[in-house]
């Protein structure tokens, strides 16, 4: 038998190659996190629209999904998608106040022919806090990708020897959702915008006592950033 030698060691065209790969699925990761927020923020911020637009646009076949809020037989609240990012709602004012009340057969009757998935809220209409963002994606609309890729980004600090902080650090901090997973792609193992060769500063990486603490402080933080978004892409998109 032939002894086996040492393993040869990686040429600088093989460690370029994997640098490609590592940066590819990182912004592909990206990419899906920031649409799912997009999805989320214009979700809980929907534009006011009439009763007679919300009919138009059913006639035109352009609604894809109703969510509705019924109360005592009475739908006090509706939000529809004309796509993942184009986001309308009729609210109490809207759908009139007085007898007789906006119903079911009201629904139905607007939207007529429509194909649209029909469904009923079963939380707030406010952001969400932390990271149950990512759970209140409507699936028709794509919220598969985001949880995806979350799980995935995940399973990446899991199986990797983060810089800035330890696995306990990061899983707080992914703990908070969105904003966690965006920083840790960003940042981990060095920052997504290095140039190749360039390597980060030593420094002393977080603990899970600081992580958790960290998380804490980034939850109310990307609830105000999704809030303060809302307002933004309603005032570009209105």
């Given at each position: 038998m032939v002894p086996e030698g040492p393993e040869a060691p990686e040429t600088p065209e093989v460690r370029r190659?994997?640098?490609?790969?590592?940066?590819?699925?990182?912004?592909?990761?990206?990419?899906?996190?920031?649409?799912?927020?997009?999805?989320?923020?214009?979700?809980?911020?929907?534009?006011?629209?009439?009763r007679a637009e919300f009919r138009a646009a059913a006639a035109a076949d352009r609604v894809s999904l109703v969510e509705y809020d019924e109360r005592d037989g009475?739908?006090?609240?509706?939000?529809?998608?004309?796509?993942?990012?184009?986001?309308?709602?009729?609210?109490a004012e809207a759908l009139?106040?007085?007898?007789?009340?906006?119903?079911?057969?009201?629904l139905k009757g607007d939207l007529g022919r429509s194909g649209a998935k029909v469904t009923e809220l079963s939380d707030?209409?406010?952001?969400?806090?932390?990271?149950?963002?990512?759970?209140?994606?409507?699936?028709?609309?794509?919220g598969g990708w985001p949880i995806a890729a979350w799980a995935l980004t995940f399973l990446i600090m899991l199986g990797s020897t983060p810089r800035l902080g330890n696995r306990w650090a990061w899983f707080w901090i992914l703990g908070t959702g969105w904003i966690g997973?965006?920083?840790?792609?960003?940042?981990?193992?060095?920052?997504?915008?290095?140039?190749?060769?360039?390597?980060?500063?030593p420094?002393?990486?977080?603990?899970?006592?600081?992580?958790?603490?960290?998380?804490?402080?980034?939850?109310?933080?990307?609830?105000?950033?999704?809030?303060?978004?809302?307002?933004?892409?309603?005032?570009?998109?209105?």
């Open positions: 190659g994997w640098r490609i790969v590592g940066l590819t699925i990182r912004s592909i990761l990206l990419i899906i996190l920031i649409f799912g927020f997009l999805i989320t923020v214009l979700n809980r911020a929907p534009l006011p629209e009439t009475a739908i006090r609240y509706v939000r529809w998608t004309e796509g993942p990012l184009t986001w309308r709602e009729l609210d009139g106040t007085a007898p007789p009340s906006y119903t079911m057969a009201d707030s209409r406010e952001i969400a806090l932390g990271s149950r963002w990512i759970l209140e994606i409507p699936i028709p609309v794509g997973a965006i920083l840790f792609l960003l940042l981990e193992p060095r920052p997504l915008w290095f140039a190749a060769g360039r390597v980060p500063a420094r002393e990486r977080l603990g899970g006592g600081r992580g958790f603490l960290l998380g804490m402080l980034l939850s109310p933080l990307s609830t105000a950033l999704a809030a303060a978004a809302g307002y933004l892409l309603n005032l570009v998109l209105g």
